[in-house]
């Protein structure tokens, strides 16, 4: 298929302690805000999926969900540097990866990119 794919995943939702401040941390990470209010905050990643986050109690654990990134090891640096919890890299079958914990203690797997083709 030379062509994007014509699907995608539109959603992913959590659920946080601190709105404000789980939104100010997955833009940090690089995430594109939507919107933001007292009820639910929406920031957007690469290829339009949004995650949404609503105020609640924390399923704290395994995000239901895994990022990948264009460069693992200078995004693992970068994280490292600016104080976010991250977890070693390492070597994987498929992809290289590594763990980031966010404030409400999700921990969200971090894949190096295997994409082929635009997204």
Request: aromatic content about 6%.
């Amino acid at each position: 298929m030379e062509e994007r794919p014509p699907v995608w995943i539109g959603h992913a939702l959590l659920t946080v302690s601190d709105v404000a401040r789980s939104a100010r941390w997955w833009h940090d990470i690089g995430m594109r805000e939507i919107e933001e209010n007292a009820h639910v905050a929406v920031l957007e990643l690469r290829g339009g999926t949004h995650l949404v986050l609503v105020p609640g109690e924390p399923k704290a654990g395994d995000a239901p969900f895994d990022l990948m990134v264009e460069d693992l090891e200078a995004t693992h640096h970068d994280w490292s540097e600016r104080g976010i919890e991250v977890g070693p890299i390492k070597q994987g079958r498929i992809h290289n990866a590594f763990e980031a914990t966010d404030p409400d203690g999700y921990r969200v797997t971090v894949n190096s990119s295997h994409v082929i083709g635009p997204v």
